[in-house]
């Protein structure tokens, strides 16, 4: 059963057991070896689909470990495991321009801009991202004028715009059923992360990207570089 935790909780600090299973079929593992991953994702493979896994980029980690795996068949219960969806109640809200105080509409925007200057000045702004940045700020035009959905209650402090790129696509009905923007929100989380590495803590993997991670472990192993074990 879910634990209702503080939003001052890491994710990472609820943590789980080895080999545990999760809702929706997802699986926790540390693996400290490189043959103890091999072996598991020979057998397992063909049924779990996605993973995760934490990089050590951020010390403490926020939501894995390094070393620490989730698996699952599913995107968005892997998404749910990793970010301990269900503790933390996040849930979809949708923010209504007409209703809900403009000064927090204004504050999203500012959160956008100053994130957009933030990684110009590290120069971790692409070309692409400068596209999306536009786009976004073209259809939240029209969204502002009835308003659009949006995560409530994530961990670590962070909000809506923290959590997604400029490249996520998430629903933007508001009599959409709230399970199902719940799952369009946790396939975008999957989707976006994977594909804009958005957290540099964790990386999010389709099958394919967990045989290129086993490949390139086994080649630096081979080549007497920095092994996957350290």
């Given at each position: ?159 809506h715009l923290d959590w997604f790129s400029e490249h996520a696509r998430f629903p933007e009905d508001p009599e959409l059923p709230r399970q199902r923007v ?29 045989d290129e991670d086993i490949a390139h472990w086994e080649r630096e192993r081979a080549e007497g570089r920095e092994p996957y074990e350290?």
């Open positions: 059963m879910a634990t209702n935790v503080t939003v001052q909780a890491v994710p990472s600090e609820l943590r789980y057991d080895h080999g545990e299973v999760l809702p929706g079929g997802a699986r926790f593992f540390r693996f400290d070896t490189l043959d103890e991953l091999k072996a598991y994702w020979a057998r397992e493979r063909a049924s779990m689909h996605y993973a995760c896994v934490g990089t050590g980029f951020m010390s403490p980690a926020r939501f894995l470990e390094p070393h620490e795996w989730i698996f699952s068949p599913s995107k968005e219960a892997l998404v749910a495991a990793v970010v301990r969806w269900d503790e933390f109640k996040i849930t979809p809200r949708w923010y209504d321009s007409m209703s809900d105080e403009l000064s927090t509409r204004h504050h999203l925007q500012r959160r956008r801009a100053v994130r957009r200057d933030l990684r110009m000045a590290l120069g971790t702004w692409s070309h692409e991202d400068e596209a999306a940045y536009v786009r976004n700020s073209q259809r939240r035009r029209g969204l502002g004028r009835h308003g659009f959905w949006r995560l409530d209650k994530l961990p670590c402090g962070l909000t719940e799952l369009a929100l946790k396939k975008a989380t999957f989707d976006d992360w994977k594909d804009h590495e958005h957290f540099n803590d964790v990386s999010m993997l389709e099958a394919s990207g967990v350290d």
